[in-house]
């Protein structure tokens, strides 16, 4: 009798399972996962169809999901009579794509081929709680097909650990990129016009072979820097007080920390202008790019002056991210940048002549990412640096150095909208202040931003007061016109007194 009530609550239990397993199977009771065509580089119009289908195929065979692919996608706005945002690969326009066609989820992706191997990115967005569930970037080892991959990207972003994936994979950082010859041309065209205009304003002219006195530095030497190094240049940065060492990985970061240019997503152009104090007209040129994934390089133009004094600065930055340097830490690059300063200064009343000086210094910088959402930079500014003066009044020659200094900064996303940055800067000469800086940008509309920023020297014996920044920025999607991004961004500068305002405008342009 106890063995066939054993036998029965057996054969109980068994049905319980199947039927269980057969109630998951049922489609009304499996995830809705829709699935976008993945972006493609490196292979034609029949590839990216086929990889496309391939990973529908391969979430298909997870099992739990129902899978609608993009073309079903389509359909259902077509229906719903609403236009399909095709371009859209930002997780908020993902989210809503998922939200109107009735989805709980969606993937969606890029996929990068070479002649060698193969690198996908995918991210798997939850509809209703608006997050990024989970993301991978897996790159193949050589040979290995892009079906392949997409099955191992698939597993692993639904749970599957490395050591059961049907292939190798390591981290993916990006696609291959080989401007090697842009960064050689672009770095000797930009040295070479320093060079040219040095020699055409005159301050070459009265260079010799004597050896700069060094002995007095230490003790003449003032902390305080001068000229083009108290102007913030370009409407993002000087909108986020300065505040900037921690997010240059774009166009205007050649100006403020140079191992952002190894961070650029893809080639970047800009032009400002600042009208400062009612006198000064200043305006910078700055192009960044990669020359391969992990080296970057940029160069600008800035020149400063009003009729005291003009200067003329050309600078080449180059800056090398480590993405592989050790198991246990993210990403971080190093970058140096190389100027050239030319000045000249105005001829008092009365006299024959004025002054020119030619100057060649050099930056250090850092940038580290300790997380997806947070980064630290620092520069060493001035690390090296000498100048040639020619005072033609008194018919005297020397030599002079401008101090180093070194700032430190940090920049946190918050969320998709929010970015908090913070720089600070630490003495090291007597009479070099301790200066605080901090700023936020908050997104609206996905294409507007405001930002933001304050800044205050703080120094025991002098008292300085406090200077309040802000401005706004638009960026607007070009692809379908000329490049990729255009933003324009503007800024304000409060000082104290009222008299002494700056404003910038700029202009930056993707491709």
């Known amino acids: 009798m106890k063995r066939t009530s054993a036998v029965l609550i057996t054969l109980m239990l068994m049905a319980t399972v199947s039927g269980a397993q057969q109630q998951s199977a049922k489609p009304e009771t499996r995830v809705k996962i829709g699935v976008l065509d993945l972006e493609t580089t490196g292979g034609d119009a029949a590839f990216a169809s086929a990889v496309s289908l391939h990973m529908v195929q391969a979430v298909s065979e997870v099992g739990f999901y129902e899978v609608f692919s993009q073309s079903a996608i ?59 569930m989970q993301s991978v970037s897996l790159e193949g080892e050589p040979g290995a097909q892009a079906e392949q991959l997409i099955d191992a990207a698939v597993a692993k972003i639904n749970g599957r650990p490395d050591e059961d994936l049907k292939i190798k994979v390591n981290t993916y950082w990006g696609p291959q990129v080989h401007h090697e ?12 016009l320093g060079i040219i205009w040095a020699a055409a304003s005159g301050s070459l002219k009265h260079i010799d072979n004597a050896p700069p006195d060094y002995s007095s530095w230490d003790t003449d030497l003032s902390g305080l820097p001068t000229g083009a190094e108290h102007i913030p240049m370009f409407g993002r940065p000087a909108a986020l007080a300065n505040s900037y060492l921690a997010v240059s990985d774009d166009a205007y970061g050649v100006l403020y920390n140079p191992a952002g240019v190894a961070w650029v997503p893809n080639a970047e152009a800009t032009v400002g202008y600042q009208y400062r104090f009612g006198t000064l007209n200043n305006i910078a040129l700055a192009y960044a790019n990669k020359a391969t994934r ?36 993210r990403p971080l690059s190093v970058g140096v940048s190389i100027k050239l300063s030319n000045k000249i200064t105005a001829t008092p009343e009365g006299a024959t002549g004025g002054g020119s000086a030619f100057g060649l210094g050099a930056d250090v910088g850092l940038l ?7 980064r630290y930079g620092a520069v060493l500014k001035n690390a090296f640096t000498i100048q040639r003066w020619n005072n033609t009044v008194q018919n005297y020659k020397y030599y002079e150095a401008n101090p180093m200094t070194l700032n430190m900064g940090g920049a946190f996303k918050a969320g998709y909208t929010t970015l ?33 920023g304050i800044e205050k020297e703080i120094q025991s014996k002098v008292a300085t007061e406090w200077k309040f920044t802000g401005g706004l920025g638009l960026a607007v999607a070009t692809e379908k016109i000329l490049g990729k991004y255009v933003a324009v961004d503007a800024s304000y500068e409060y000082n104290t007194l009222p008299l002494l305002y700056v404003v910038n405008m700029s202009l930056r342009f993707g491709f």
């Open 74 to 132: 389509e359909d259902i706005y077509e229906q719903l009579k609403t236009k399909f945002p095709r371009t859209c690969r930002d997780p908020r326009c993902v989210r809503d794509i998922g939200g109107t066609a009735g989805m709980e989820r969606i993937l969606y992706g890029s996929l990068d081929k070479d002649d060698k191997t193969c690198g996908i990115r995918l991210s798997l967005v939850d509809v209703q709680t608006k997050q990024v």
């Open 181 to 192: 010859k842009q960064l050689l041309i672009s770095t000797g065209a930009c040295l070479g």
């Open 294 to 329: 992990e080296l970057g390089f940029g160069q600008a133009f800035l020149y400063a002056g009003d009729d005291l004094e003009s200067e003329v600065s050309f600078t080449t930055a180059v800056a090398y991210k480590f993405n592989r340097l050790l198991r246990f830490l």
């Open 368 to 374: 580290w990412e300790l997380s997806p959402q947070i």
């Open 420 to 452: 908090l940055v913070a720089n600070g800067q630490i003495p090291l000469y007597v009479d070099q202040p301790w200066k605080m800086a901090g700023g936020i940008e908050q997104e609206f509309f996905r294409v507007l931003k405001v930002r933001l």
